[in-house]
């Protein structure tokens, strides 16, 4: 690990980037944990759709106690606010849209992601986790995949890996990764991830260090801010 000094980015300010990869009138649907955050993210003016697997387009921020309302939930269960236009529907039909390709990004949390794009996010075997849910359909059927994370295990452990070794959720469709120290984008030609940015107190070496996947260090890094 790097001597450098480095406070890991929190989940909000995660959160805050990965909304800077929003665009006007984007649908997009955000994965369990982390992602969520990012319904309280959107930059203003900006008219983003939020989608969710058991049938809502039109997520709102999150609730404040005062307007929680129990039957109205994400696909984690989490309830949520839904924003003026917002429409309801079954989830046999919010599953027809991510798999006709009407979502324009996702962004999930991954518990491994692979140099060539694989993303292992649903399953460690031997553990009691919820289950697939809509990952599968999700990183097969949309069209940007971005994965929030944080970019090392608790035991230090690189996410980014050369091979997942957890079970797969998708082969090699990956497009961005945003971490608590890094953000990568996928060179498709290349088939690897390029360093593009970094956190507040770190190097494009201290990446490289943090990481066991070979990846390509962009000629221009930045210092990343959310």
């Not at 930059?43 to 049938?55: A, F, H, R, Y």
């Not at 359909?137 to 929030?148: C, F, N, T, W, Y």
């Not at 593009?196 to 107190?201: L, N």
């Amino acid at each position: 690990m790097s001597a450098t000094a480095f406070v890991p980015l929190t989940r909000e300010q995660i959160a805050r980037r990965a909304a800077q990869e929003l665009r006007d009138g984007f649908m997009v649907n955000l994965g369990i944990g982390m992602p969520t955050l990012v319904a309280n993210c959107i930059p203003p003016g900006m008219d983003v759709w939020l989608q969710s697997e058991n049938g809502l387009l039109g997520i709102g921020p999150f609730p404040t106690e005062a307007e929680v309302d129990a039957d109205l939930i994400n696909a984690g269960k989490q309830t949520v606010t839904a924003r003026k236009g917002a429409s309801f529907f079954s989830s046999a039909e919010s599953f027809g849209m991510i798999r006709g390709g009407h979502i324009d990004m996702c962004i999930l949390g991954a518990m491994q992601v692979s140099q060539t794009g694989d993303i292992a996010n649903w399953m460690i075997p031997g553990k009691m986790v919820k289950g697939m849910g809509g990952a599968m359909d999700l990183v097969a059927g949309v069209k940007k995949i971005v994965v929030m994370m944080e970019h090392n295990a608790k035991d230090g452990s690189a996410k980014l890996v050369k091979q997942c070794s957890l079970p797969l959720t998708g082969a090699g469709c990956v497009d961005m990764i945003i971490s608590d120290a890094a953000v990568l984008t996928m060179d498709r030609a290349k088939g690897r991830f390029v360093l593009r940015e970094v956190a507040p107190g770190l190097t494009a070496e201290d990446i490289v260090k943090r990481t066991e996947a070979e990846i390509i260090v962009a000629p221009d890094v930045k210092v990343f801010s959310a």
